[in-house]
């Protein structure tokens, strides 16, 4: 735990796809490929990878022109490569940012991520391929990316960090050691004398439901021979009047 950090500082496939970093078997075929996979960086790309952004979730009709436009506010621009097919040259939806100075990248990368461009929310992170030791891409299994629906998410990177694993004290040996028997019986106990304490409520409150039958029956019939006699007082009236 002390070395526990939301962003991976090494790259680990295993790690990667655990919420919280702490996994120790693969919950899926893909880990098993990108822990398997013997990845190199592709060495025709060029630039300083430590001045370069990557930013991902385009908008497929974003240009390099518009990209030039919206990225160079945080300072001088070396060179953008948006990535496109090989065979139909359409954008792949991510490109590559390179500046001339840090601060400018470090500015670009603070205020830019979440930015939208083209009505597309967009997601900038610092370039991991060249950097990020032990790196597998998406493609091999790797990655920090990943969607719900797949069942394939990965962790520990800028959109979605580790969480901080929950750390429960050891119980083990209060629930299941010596003092376990006693606990359980002094429960057991408690459950009887508890049951005992109902049954003997619901007898007395049989014993007192008759008499309250009996009281509600008296004071049905008292409340009837008040009526008849008030009513026979009545006509000895009437007759009276008449």
């Known amino acids: 735990m002390a070395d526990w950090a939301p962003i991976a500082k090494e790259y680990d496939p295993l790690k990667a796809g655990s919420i919280d970093g702490t996994d120790e078997e693969p919950h899926d075929r893909a880990i098993w490929r990108a ?98 030791k032990g790196w597998i891409p998406r493609r091999l299994g790797g990655g920090f990316g990943g969607k719900k629906e797949s069942g394939q998410l990965r962790f520990g990177g800028r959109d979605r960090p580790f969480r901080k694993p929950i750390n429960l ?12 028997s006693e606990k359980r019986n002094w429960s057991r106990e408690g459950t009887r004398d508890w049951r005992t304490r109902d049954r003997d409520h619901e007898r007395s409150r049989d014993k007192r439901w008759p008499e309250r039958d009996r009281s509600w029956a008296w004071g049905d019939s008292d409340r009837e021979r008040d009526s008849k006699e008030e009513r026979s007082r009545g006509r000895e009236r009437k007759d009276r009047d008449r």
């Open 35 to 132: 822990m398997l996979a013997r990845y190199v960086p592709n060495k025709g790309v060029t630039g300083d990878p430590h001045l370069t952004l990557f930013v991902a979730r385009l908008n497929l009709q974003t240009t390099e022109e518009k990209l030039k436009e919206v990225f160079s506010r945080y300072g001088d621009i070396r060179k953008i490569r948006l990535v496109r097919d090989l065979v139909t040259g359409f954008s792949k939806g991510y490109a590559f940012v390179e500046y001339k100075e840090e601060r400018a990248l470090l500015k670009a990368h603070r205020d830019a991520n979440r930015l939208v461009i083209d009505q597309h929310e967009i997601f900038v992170d610092f370039e991991l391929e060249r950097t990020l």
């Open 169 to 180: 004290p050891n119980m083990k040996n209060d629930l299941y050691g010596e003092g376990s």
